[in-house]
């Protein structure tokens, strides 16, 4: 493990920002940090940056408990939310920032500026000031900044939040890119779950001070271990009366959570659907709206509301008609854990669905 | 219509602006000329001048330094700390704005005159060492009271810089390993140079004309009184001349006031295109 948080707690006054944080990462790792506001990410990442300092437990770095190292020895770079680039200096003299604090020779600086330059594609650019980059550049800029003394560690907070939606995309799969070109540990921040889901090879769920569950992106997805994790990630619905659907039973369960694509509704004359028509049954749809690249279509179950995405190249379906739909899974859960639970008529089914 | 109010209102303003400020001043200066140019120098060449133009830049140049250093620091504290009491601080620094000079002046006289506790501690202080300092009716005093007037012009410039620029970047500085002065060097001080010129400036053409203040602390003409001090008692004396000698010297501090009000807009334009820049 190159990082690891060992039985870590936080207090700010009666507020309880960390309890029991435990988790490690492997060198070479890119991880993200998610959950809603408040629930303790930046804490943590600020624990480790060395901005804050943990009530008890360890922070190991690279097998060093770092608790005591002031930030600017624990061989980390930063990367701020709005980047904080000095705005009186140049590309080329912000990069070198740090290294000129280090008070290392003039030409390997050069040296190294010019590499991260190349690296991170702003040749021609070192001139410049802050103000006169896009968005997409200053963060390739604080991404330079952070690596140029050579960190074992790469902290990002909230990296894609200064720029606008368009750029975002682009600039997720740079920085993904770039990271794994580096090699180097990283863990950024983030509320988006598209973000961490598309990033991050280790996903670090976080609510109300705890850590709910650490997997990669698709075992998150598929997955979750909490109640919380179900109903965070995706497109997730809390739902009554689950036992009311065909294919599943009451089990001792206090809730259940089912997303859109868990939901199969269509025509009785649908072709493609015959052979798992008898385990379907009748919904009536209550409402339509449009999606832009998909509808989204409510329909009433046997009393039970469930919404399901359907694609506009399907034939037009209308408010009140009548539908045969098939749920394939749901999450049902207890207070502690998630549990998925398969359509028990699909057993062995082969359903391929258009 | 929208374009006759522009006009109407120029109007108002231009006369306003002329018979309340412009005339006054050019009477003064062709006041001062009235007995020829040599009177003019020779007024101005007077030993009372002389030493009130002394002590004049004197204690501009100490209020300055010191209130440049303290506005400084003070800036700092205000927008880079959270303590109790700060608002209280920042209040406490606003008071010369909000109080007459003369109560300022009159306190530092119960302060550090005879009567008041300072004082009692000086004349010990003086006795124990055996030194002449005098603070009341003497330069020291002078100088005191042109601090305490100018006291919040550059804290009151900086503050809302350092506010709207964050301290993200002292931050990310600090995480790469650079000690305070650095930072302040290389990061803080490009953002507020202007701001601080700016509040130089204020600074010194308050203290070139502070009046209320120093006529309570300063009783010895030619030795402990400032230029606004010496028009005053050239002026009273009520001969023809010495009143075109105070009209001589007042158009000194014209002059200055004219250079300060240039340089002073200079770098208001020179922070505004700052701002754009960065």
């Given at each position: 493990m190159y990082i690891e948080m060992r039985n870590i707690e936080k207090s700010y006054g009666d507020f309880k920002a960390s309890k029991e944080v435990n988790f490690g990462l492997e060198k070479g790792t890119l991880a993200a940090l998610l959950g809603p506001s408040g629930s303790g990410k930046t804490t943590i990442l600020r624990m480790i940056a060395g901005f804050e300092t943990p009530d008890t437990g360890d922070i190991?770095?690279?097998?060093?408990?770092?608790?005591?190292?002031?930030?600017?020895?624990?061989?980390?770079?930063?990367?701020?939310?709005?980047?904080?680039?000095?705005?009186?200096?140049?590309?080329?003299?912000n990069i070198a920032f740090g290294l000129e604090v280090k008070k290392i020779h003039k030409k390997l600086i050069k040296e190294r500026v010019m590499e991260l330059l190349s690296l991170t594609g702003l040749e021609g650019l070192e001139k410049r000031y802050p103000n006169q980059l896009s968005g997409g550049q200053r963060q390739r800029v604080a991404f330079a900044r952070a690596l140029a003394p050579s960190p074992g560690l790469l902290l990002l907070d909230e990296p894609f939040a200064a720029i606008d939606a368009k750029v975002r995309q682009e600039l997720r799969s740079w920085l993904k890119e770039m990271i794994h070109k580096v090699g180097i540990t990283s863990i950024f921040v983030t509320h988006d779950q598209d973000e961490a889901v598309e990033v991050a090879d280790e996903i670090i769920v976080t609510?109300?001070?705890?850590?709910e569950q650490i997997a990669n992106p698709f075992e998150i997805y598929k997955n979750p271990a909490t109640p919380f994790v179900a109903e965070f990630i995706g497109q997730s619905a809390r739902m009554d009366g689950y036992h009311k659907l065909k294919g599943f039973e009451k089990g001792d369960f206090t809730g259940a959570i089912i997303r859109p694509e868990f939901v199969e509704a269509f025509k009785s004359d649908n072709l493609k659907f015959q052979d798992v028509m008898r385990c379907s049954e009748e919904g009536i749809i209550e409402d339509i709206s449009f999606r832009g690249n998909y509808l989204e279509v409510r329909l009433n179950v046997n009393g039970v509301s469930l919404t399901t995405r359907r694609s506009l190249e399907r034939r037009p379906v209308s408010v009140g008609e009548k539908m045969h739909v098939i749920v394939y899974r749901i999450y049902a859960y207890d207070d502690k854990k998630a549990y998925l639970l398969e359509n028990s008529l699909l057993n062995g089914a082969n359903i391929v669905t258009f | 219509m929208k374009i006759k109010s522009k006009w109407i209102l120029i109007g108002?303003?231009?006369?306003?602006?002329?018979?309340?400020l412009?005339?006054?001043?050019?009477?003064?200066?062709?006041n001062s000329l009235k007995e020829g140019i040599g009177f003019y120098f020779q007024s101005l060449a007077s030993p009372t001048v002389k030493s009130a133009f002394g002590v004049t830049v004197l204690a501009a140049v100490i209020a300055v330094v010191v209130n440049t250093i303290f506005g400084i620091a003070a800036a700092w504290l205000i927008t880079r700390f959270t303590f109790k009491g700060k608002h209280i601080l920042s209040a406490v620094i606003d008071i010369p704005f909000s109080i007459s000079p003369v109560i300022a002046g009159l306190a530092f006289l119960m302060t550090f005159g005879r009567m008041g506790w300072a004082g009692a501690l000086i004349a010990r202080l003086n006795e124990a060492l055996g030194t002449n300092i005098q603070i009341v009716f003497a330069v020291p005093g002078v100088v005191l009271a042109t601090v305490f007037v100018t006291f919040p012009f550059v804290s009151r410039e900086i503050i809302p810089v350092l506010l709207s620029v964050g301290k993200e970047e002292e931050e990310a500085a600090a995480l790469m390993g650079a000690d305070g002065f650095t930072i302040f060097r290389k990061i803080t001080f490009p953002h507020i140079r202007w701001a601080l010129l700016y509040g130089v400036i204020l600074c010194t053409?308050?203290?070139?004309?502070?009046?209320?203040?120093?006529?309570?602390?300063?009783?010895?003409?030619?030795?402990?009184?400032?230029?606004?001090?010496?028009?005053?008692?050239?002026?009273?004396?009520?001969?023809?001349?010495?009143i075109t000698s105070a009209f001589a010297v007042s158009s000194i501090l014209v002059l200055m006031?004219?250079?300060?009000?240039?340089?002073?807009?200079?770098?208001?334009?020179?922070?505004?295109?700052?701002?754009?820049?960065?």
């Open positions: 190991m770095i690279d097998e060093k408990r770092v608790n005591d190292l002031p930030a600017a020895d624990r061989g980390i770079g930063f990367v701020f939310q709005n980047y904080a680039l000095f705005r009186y200096m140049t590309v080329y003299e609510n109300q001070g705890r850590i | 108002i303003s231009g006369v306003f602006l002329f018979f309340m412009v005339l006054p001043l050019i009477s003064v200066i062709i053409a308050r203290a070139l004309g502070e009046f209320g203040a120093v006529h309570a602390l300063s009783k010895t003409r030619g030795e402990t009184f400032t230029l606004p001090l010496e028009i005053d008692a050239l002026y009273l004396s009520n001969s023809s001349e010495s006031a004219v250079a300060v009000l240039i340089i002073r807009n200079v770098a208001e334009h020179q922070a505004k295109k700052n701002e754009e820049n960065h």
